[in-house]
């Protein structure tokens, strides 16, 4: 598509557009003085002109480009009328747009910076419509510095609140970007899931935009997978809808990909033809993301044909760009390729400084994003924390006072009955001695959930601790996700006595799937909850089968050396819960001949249990029951430990809520 020449428009014309529209609104307000109307409608009329004037900004910032300030004339205009007029709507609108520019110019600082007020101002509006926006695009740049974890966070929020709407645009692009956090994570199968997901929504809509991204995206998963010839199928089909659309930022991404097919197809003149289309179109538009990508695919490609010169010059040029961006991804894959270069020359030195130079753009990529996960996961593991604590602090308080208050109603209704002391002195003991069981009660519950959780972490921390002394990057990266997102259920259900057991089997499948990472997956696992058992709605103590999950792990099957195997099950029997806990290991008879140690670390855990099991039935007045039989007592030529516990079913009425559903950035995109 032909690029067209938009001139900036100076402060007179912008004055010349207001008069314009204001004059417009006027009549229309005369109109309605026709009918009674006395005042003309001011905030109206500036919504009218901050409309137009995003629009004449969205004009001229197609036009210009990388030549156009940001913000432009114009958006600054709509910027100060809507913050004058509290227009909370636009203003995040707004914030939301000079984010997204910013991002595409891989300012991600200032990206961030416009994206979190857009948040802040979008939920003040309520607008679950809006927000989702705001956290789809909260999502991208996230995405862009490789905090992926966050990202997915971001994304999955977006899904939720565009699910909540019904937005179907929302919905698609939400897809489209939890595929391509998913591809950055190479879970490539799992990616393409979720472009087909999103394909199928824009076809639907017969979104031509969203077609010919999600093709495009299908095709590099595709490409990945080795297969080429498809990935070609859909790159076409990708640059086609482009054409249709006058997309040039899509029709320079068709040609990175379609030139990548043909190279990794061995047609390296073919993929030229394509490679420098890209790289025209990218300069033109100020990309420089993607021009650092069309210059280094270009210089790989020269050095396929030993064209060594222009391979160089491309790839200088590529670093150059990269570095000017920050881009530490593409400054170590442009290093690596110049190190292959001059290796291919013989020219040893040069390839050693350069295989040094990204080696260190590795490490910091790792470090980097590490370091950055880990802080935000701390700030809002805090701030969740503290959010619950003062909520759950607040309802204590609001329930003991409602408490007393009705005790006391009681009381003195009694003495104005009655009339009598000795009514009033009893009923004076009774509440006394009701407020003395139940501070009693609550203190040692609190007691026997602080033996349990530093125990716990213990362990957990230990786990992450054999990750980081191999120096496995990727999976102490993958540990810290997973701890995190676990810690945060844990402390949220700390401070209840008793949680659902839908977050029960929650916790106990992150607990699980990290003690499987601890042992590189040297066991498999089955959580099963029996149809008749509501997980919404019935109640279980929290972190009660945790400590025998862990002796299973430890002292069962860790000792065995074989392939190990857990169970836990949840049925019903009557009024009561049968939980059993078992395992494949050497049993526990044998386990404790293995180490006094290990033996008085297990009599503890069967103690706190005990304990909490005795208040359970002193809380409920129903029976409970734990028993422990090595597998050999059953069947003499069967293997393993059986826990098996017995609790009251306790269930809880809930009203339905709606639950809240780099590998190579190269040619990935956003469908917002």
């Known amino acids: 598509m032909k690029k067209s020449n938009f001139m900036q428009k100076t402060p007179g014309l912008i004055f010349l557009l207001l008069v314009q529209l204001i004059s417009c609104r006027h009549e229309a307000s005369f109109e309605s003085d026709l009918g009674g109307k006395e005042d003309l409608d001011l905030a109206g009329t500036d919504s009218i002109i901050v409309e137009q004037l995003i629009e004449r900004s969205m004009s001229l910032y197609m036009g210009g480009r990388l030549k156009v300030e940001l913000p432009d004339d114009y958006l600054a205009e709509a910027l100060d009328i809507a913050t004058k007029n509290e227009n909370n709507k636009q203003l995040a609108r707004i914030y939301n747009l000079l984010g997204k520019r910013y991002r595409n110019r891989a300012q991600y600082g200032e990206a961030m910076k416009y994206h979190q007020k857009a948040l802040a101002v979008a939920t003040k509006t309520g607008d679950k419509k809006l ?49 391509n956090v998913n591809f950055n994570l190479n879970r490539i199968v799992t990616s393409m899931e979720y472009f087909k997901r999103s394909l199928d929504l824009s076809s639907r809509m017969n979104n031509k935009l969203g077609l010919a991204i999600n093709h495009n995206n299908l095709g590099e998963s595709l490409l990945t997978l080795g297969q080429v010839d498809s990935a070609l199928s859909h790159f076409f089909t990708s640059l086609d809808y482009n054409y249709q659309i006058g997309s040039e930022v899509g029709q320079s991404i068709c040609f990175n990909s379609i030139g990548g097919a043909y190279l990794q197809q061995g047609r390296p003149y073919k993929a030229l033809e394509f490679l420098e289309k890209a790289l025209r179109l990218n300069e033109d538009l100020g990309d420089l993301m993607q021009v ?164 716990f972490i213990f362990n957990a921390l230990s786990a992450i601790q054999v990750y980081i002394l191999e120096h496995d990057i990727e999976k102490s990266s993958r540990f810290l996700t997973d701890f995190a997102r676990l ?25 699980l799937e990290l003690q499987r990472l601890r042992f590189s997956e040297a066991f498999e696992y089955l959580l099963k909850i029996d149809d008749s058992l509501d997980e919404a709605k019935v109640m279980v103590p929290p972190m009660l089968t945790q400590p025998f999950i ?35 290991g050497i ?9 006094e140690k290990e033996k008085g670390h297990e009599s503890m855990a069967i103690k706190i249990t005990r304990e909490r099991l005795e208040m359970l039935r002193r809380d409920s007045g129903r029976n409970t029951d734990l028993i422990i039989l090595d597998k050999k007592q059953i069947n003499p030529f069967d293997r393993g430990t059986l826990v098996r516990i017995t609790l009251p079913v306790v269930e809880i009425e809930t009203s339905p809520k709606k639950q809240p559903k780099k590998s190579q950035n190269k040619a990935v995109r956003e469908l917002m």
């Open 131 to 179: 927000l989702g926006q705001v956290y789809n695009q909260l999502g991208v740049v996230y995405r862009r510095i490789d905090d992926n974890p966050t990202a997915l966070e971001m994304h999955v929020q977006a899904l939720s609140l565009a699910k909540e709407t019904g937005d179907s645009a929302l919905i698609s692009a939400a897809y489209n970007s939890i595929g």
């Open 292 to 455: 650092a990508i069309s210059h280094t695919k270009i210089g790989e490609t020269y050095m396929q044909i030993g064209e060594e010169e222009l391979a160089e010059g491309h790839l200088k040029m590529g670093f150059d760009v990269a570095r000017e961006i920050g881009s530490l991804f593409q400054m170590e894959e442009t290093t690596q390729l110049l190190s292959e270069l001059f290796e291919m020359r013989g020219e040893f030195s040069k390839a050693l400084d350069y295989f040094k130079r990204s080696a260190n753009y590795r490490d910091s990529i790792i470090n980097e994003k590490n370091i950055n996960h880990l802080a935000t996961q701390e700030a809002v593991f805090d701030s969740e924390r503290q959010r619950k604590r003062i909520e759950e602090l607040n309802k204590q308080t609001l329930q003991q006072k409602a408490e007393l208050d009705r005790q006391r109603f009681l009381l003195t209704l009694a003495l104005i009955v009655v009339g009598a002391v000795s009514f009033a002195i009893i009923m004076f003991v009774r509440q006394s001695q009701l407020r003395h069981r139940y501070k009693n009660v609550r203190h040692q519950q609190r007691l026997l959930r602080s033996q349990m959780n530093p125990h």
């Open 487 to 511: 810690m945060r259920l844990v402390l949220r259900s700390s401070s209840h006595d008793y949680i659902s057991l839908k977050e029960e089997t929650e916790i106990l499948g992150y607990y």
């Open 550 to 584: 862990e002796n299973a792990i430890e002292h069962g099957i860790r000792p065995s050396g074989t392939d190990g195997y857990i169970s836990v099950k949840f049925t019903r029997e009557g009024d009561n819960m049968i939980v059993e806990v078992g395992d494949n």
């Open 587 to 595: 049993g526990i008879d044998a386990s404790k001949k293995v180490s």
